[in-house]
């Protein structure tokens, strides 16, 4: 069975740094992109950042400077480094890929993990 595993969320202090991490569990043949999304109270999930298998990476604009994307497709995981953590950022943080392969060519489809909290607060 394929997952996807977040980790790394807590409760941090403004203007401190926070790492996600996001590990694809099972016998895996290959990852398409790969994706963070947060949710805050009372909003809509909204894309943060997504990288592709060859590493090209996107952003929202107004998160751009603080976050970074990254992988490890030697792991099947994939990361986003967070900056200077403001209480705007505190949302769950979910992970969430196009389609994955497995060794026996078995293939799923928008898989979703099942969330990290982060929260930023004096």
């Known amino acids: 069975q394929v997952q996807l595993v977040e980790s790394g969320g807590g409760l941090v202090q403004p203007g401190e740094p926070l790492r996600l991490s996001c590990k694809v569990t099972?016998?895996?043949?290959?990852?398409?992109?790969m994706r963070w999304y947060r949710q805050s109270p009372g909003a809509q999930r909204a894309l943060v950042a997504s990288?592709?298998?060859?590493?090209?990476?996107t952003y929202d604009p107004s998160m751009k400077v603080r976050f970074t994307i990254s992988r490890d497709n030697a792991k099947n995981m994939t990361f986003l480094q967070m900056n200077n953590l403001t209480p705007e950022d505190t949302a769950v943080y979910y992970c969430?890929?196009?389609?994955?392969?497995?060794?026996?060519?078995?293939?799923?489809?928008?898989?979703w993990g099942q969330g990290t909290q982060v929260t930023v607060s004096s």
């Open positions: 969430n890929t196009d389609r994955v392969v497995n060794t026996v060519g078995r293939i799923w489809f928008n898989l």
């Open positions: 990288i592709s298998r060859d590493g090209t990476t």
């Open positions: 099972g016998n895996i043949d290959s990852i398409e992109t």
